[in-house]
């Protein structure tokens, strides 16, 4: 299994760009994805977001394969939630298939909408954009140079510390999951045979109890690691690496900012058009 | 002001669950001594370490009765980061050591946090790159590095902090010999600098003999040995006793001296010089000076016969390539047949190929290219769930896969996942515990039991299947002396009473030539060796390339090849029954 959000050591301009760039850009996007555009007319916003964060991708040169676990969660993601709100969608009037008539409240539920699935596409595109871009600053930037940027905002040392550790223990949750999976498999517990429902009602307890306590474990064996290397002392650690901004980092600010402003001045637009 | 660099004064140590894992500890170190505490599973050796170090109380809770000092404080009454600036603290597993992005940033992190200067960082962690051999490996990341070397960088990373006082907690025991050989090098190269004082926890009682200066022996939480390394290891029944290992080479020699008359008791000096080739010198000086005598050496190999028995695992062509970027290819073109009642011997370096070969055997891993037979019946469209009723695997760490209330449950759950029920199920789960020695702790909670135990309990959860096949997995990883045999005496006996095909990996040589009929060496995902045990091991300069070395015993015969005593000897038992007392 490829694990999702582990950093990828390359020497790209990405990798190179600064942290706090991308921090910006990673803000940028929540504001992009969280203003409410569900009209279709709305379409542009995200999509002109969309289209720079795979240009961004693409410049750090990381395989789509990577993402193999992340794009069948979120087909699956996506499929469910348009055909629920295909289906539920209140104020949509065009039919565009009818099973049967099972009325909830003012939505009959056994009909697709058009408009149930427009809005659930809108959905989609937004938490598309924001699963796309998200990714990219943990996957390309090293955890010092994460460490350095909080600690140039100002993040306290021990909250920055519980991020950093909790994308290390992302990696290792994946592991121990393909460990445990494999020991259970080994006592002709076979959990890829099971069907979805199977799965649901026994397949999770003998995987994710030894999986709490091991993390337990590791947690603990975690905290001896820190403690022991002094991380409890009170105040600011010395400063090891100081990363200046380059040409780089204002070029690429610049062209974020730039996209960002375009992806506005459509929203206005478009928010004008009838 | 105290002279001693540690002091403990009758200290008991109690855990806040009640459990005495310290009983009246008295130990004494002075400065730039190297003190090694030997003990079985459970002994306290890690409590130790964890009171020294400030562990407890700060991170385990308990109960302290005595009087305690290192380096002239008493951990118990300051804060963590203070105790750090004077007592650094090396723990087993490396991966937990290593968080942070490069090996650089992983030894600046201490003293960061003490906030010593930047420069004055730079120079310690060159310091210690020159000292541990880390020279280029500077940008790394910790997690890509070999075992050794992660050792070695979490090392690093408490020497910066310039601890007075250094606990290595069993700090070879995840490793393979590689890695192992490099870590104790580096130790050395530490204790050779005079400026720390290091206590370590070890198993491996074969790596520290010209290091200590003092050994502990602990049993139940108490001392029950201490002194020089050549007066504590003159006493192995108080060592089997207390399940520690006596070292090979020094078993020989003690032995070879009680057959010929001569005083069992080791000097310091043969400590300092114990290897194979001494053993073999000194035992041809003794039968030249007609202390002991040759009777006769073995034509036929000791260890060994011929199975004519039809194949039960067979791989045909098999390479297998992870996925990966970039991938990488763990098996090629592995050609192999075990034959049905054998018990085998896989060992290579980590990465050689052994555990995905063997993953391959249950369906756990596909071969990219070649077939995998079971029983002579290709098993590339059987689930992994149909596998386990044909061939067990037992992994390293049972902590995998023990999630139930009792031992009873947890072998119940395979049972019952192969559709055993009722009577049959609970009559295959004493057998199963039979087997291993738990039939007492049937209703016991799986992680209230020991490490050891709990392997046991594993295994016997394998073992209810009944699989055609066993493998053992590192059996030996993280097991004391007493946790290895038993483990490898009931692959044995399964083979031997119950007629099944055992296979086991692991890195202990010693416990392959008691064990294994055949040997199969890996390296590079490549069988490399495939022989009966006894004529592997006589192939010194294929081991040599692996960097394996035969056991002790091996060594000693074939010093002695000359004599008359035939290089297909591999254990001591096998070596002492060929030479017997002398006229002189």
Known sequence: MQIPFRYVDRNTIIHRLHPLVKILYILLTLLIILTPLMEVKYVFVPLVWLV??????????????????????????????ILVQGCTYRWGNTVVLHFFDLRYGETNVGTIKLEGLIFGTMLCLRILTAAVSLPLLVMTTSSSDLVNAFRWLRFPKVATFMIISALSFTTLIFEMWEYITSAQKLRAFDI??????????????????????????????FQIALETRAFGTPGDPTVMEDRPFTALDWVMLALILIVFATAQYLRIRLGAMK | MNPLEIDLEHVTFTYEDGVEALTDLNLRVRPGEFIVVLGANGAGKS???????????????????????????DPWDEPLYVVAQYCGVLLQDPEVQLFNPSVFTEMAFGPANLKIERSEII???????????????EKRNPRDLSGGQKQRVALGAVLTMQPRVLVLDEPTSQLDPVGRAEVVEAIHRLKSTGEITIIMTTHETDDILDLADQVVVLDEGKIVLSGTPAQVFSQPEVLRAAGVKVPDALDILIQVNALGDQPVQVTDEQIERMDGRYVGNYTTELIRKGHLEVTRSPETPCNGSANQNPAMLEAVNVTYQYPGYPPVVALQEINL???????????????????????????????????????????????????????????????????????????LFGLHNIGIEGEEAEQKVNSALDWVGLQDEIETFPFRMSFGDRRKLAVAATVALDPQVLILDEPTTAQDHRGRYQLAEIGRRFRDEGGRTIVM????????????????????????????????????????????????????????????????????????????????
Request: charged share 20%.
């Open chain 1, 52 to 81: 720079m964060s795979v240009i961004l991708w693409a410049l750090a040169q990381i395989e789509v394969s990577r993402f193999q676990t992340l794009i069948k969660l979120l087909t699956g993601t996506f499929i469910f939630l």
């Open chain 2, 505 to 584: 990996i692991t890195h202990d040589m010693d416990l392959i030539a008691r064990y294994a009929e055949r040997l199969i060496v890996m390296w590079n995902g490549r069988i490399i060796l495939d022989k009966p045990t006894d004529e592997a091991f006589a192939q010194r300069e294929v081991l040599a390339r692996t960097f394996l070395r035969p056991p002790v015993a091996a060594d000693v015969a074939a010093c002695l090849r000359d004599l008359g005593v035939s290089e297909n000897i591999i254990t001591p038992e096998g070596l002492l029954s060929v030479l017997r007392k002398g006229k002189s």
């Open chain 2, 337 to 411: 047949a075990i034959r049905a009642g054998e018990l085998v011997g896989i060992v290579g370096q980590n990465g050689s190929g052994k555990s995905t070969l063997v993953k391959c055997f249950v369906g756990l891993l596909r071969p990219t290219r070649g077939e995998v037979r079971v029983g002579g019946k290709n098993i590339s469209g059987t689930p992994v769930g149909r596998m386990a009723r044909q061939v067990g695997l037992v992994l390293q760490n049972p902590d995998y896969q023990l999630f139930t209330v009792s031992s009873r449950d947890e072998i």
């Open chain 2, 123 to 137: 120079r310690r962690i060159e310091a210690s790159i020159a000292l541990l051999h880390l020279e280029g490996l």
């Open chain 2, 47 to 73: 409590t130790l370490c964890f009171l020294l170090g400030g562990i407890v109380p700060h991170i385990y809770g308990g109960r302290r009765v005595g009087k305690l000092s290192v380096a002239g404080h």
């Open chain 1, 192 to 221: 890829d045979r099971m069907n979805p429902i199977t799965k649901l009602r026994r397949a999770y307890v003998p995987i994710v109890t030894p999986l709490v306590l091991l993390l337990f474990r590791k947690a603990n064996d």
